[in-house]
C-alpha cells in the first residue's frame, strides 16, 4: 500500500514533473519566437502534461506492488489493533474530498476548453484566467490522487470488516 513517505515522494516527483513542464513550454515558446498567447498556452499545457506522466508512473508502481496473489484475509494484519471507527470517519471524508475534488477538476477542464477555444484572440481576461484554472486543475487533480491513495490504505481493513 502507499504510505506516508510515498505520498511524500509523489507530491515532491510532481512538482518537479510540473516545474519541469513548465519549463518545457517557456523554452519551446522562446525558441519559436510567438506570441505571448502562444506561450501561455503552450506552458500550461506541458505543466498538465508533466502531472500526468508522473501520475502514469506512480499507477505503474501501484500496480507493480498490488500484483501478488495473496488473499485479502491473508495480507489483513491480525497482530494489529484497530480503530475501525476512526478508519471509516477517515474513508467517509476522504471519500468526499475526493468527489468534491473531482466536481471541481471537471468544471476546471470545461473551463479551460472554452477559455482555450477563442485563442488567437485572446484578451487580458484569457491570459490571466488560463493559467489560473490550469494551475488549480493541476492542484486538485494532484490532491484527488492523494486522497485516492488515502482512500485504498483502509479500504482492505473495511471490507473484511463489512465481510464478517
Not at 525558441?31 to 500550461?44: A, P, R
Not at 474513508?91 to 477538476?105: E, I, T
Request: overall charge positive.
Amino acid at each position: 500500500m502507499f504510505k506516508a513517505q510515498d505520498e511524500d515522494q509523489l507530491t515532491r516527483e510532481s512538482l518537479r514533473w510540473i516545474f519541469g513542464g513548465f519549463l518545457m513550454g517557456f523554452l519551446i515558446s522562446v525558441i519559436f519566437g510567438s506570441s505571448l498567447n502562444f506561450g501561455i498556452l503552450i506552458t500550461c499545457f506541458f505543466m498538465i502534461i508533466g502531472l500526468f506522466v508522473i501520475s502514469g508512473f506512480q499507477f505503474y508502481k501501484l500496480t507493480k506492488h498490488r500484483n501478488s496473489r495473496v488473499t485479502k484475509a491473508k495480507s489483513f494484519h491480525w497482530g494489529v489493533e484497530l480503530n475501525l471507527r476512526k478508519l471509516q470517519i477517515n474513508y467517509n471524508k476522504s471519500l468526499a474530498m475526493l468527489q468534491f475534488a473531482g466536481l471541481l477538476c471537471a468544471g476546471l477542464l470545461v473551463t479551460m476548453g472554452l477559455i482555450a477555444k477563442d485563442y488567437p484572440v485572446w484578451n487580458l481576461g484569457h491570459q490571466i484566467f488560463f493559467p489560473l484554472c490550469a494551475f488549480l486543475f493541476v492542484a486538485f487533480l494532484h490532491l484527488s490522487f492523494r486522497w485516492w491513495f488515502i482512500l485504498r490504505e483502509g479500504a482492505d481493513y473495511l471490507q473484511i470488516y463489512k465481510g464478517k
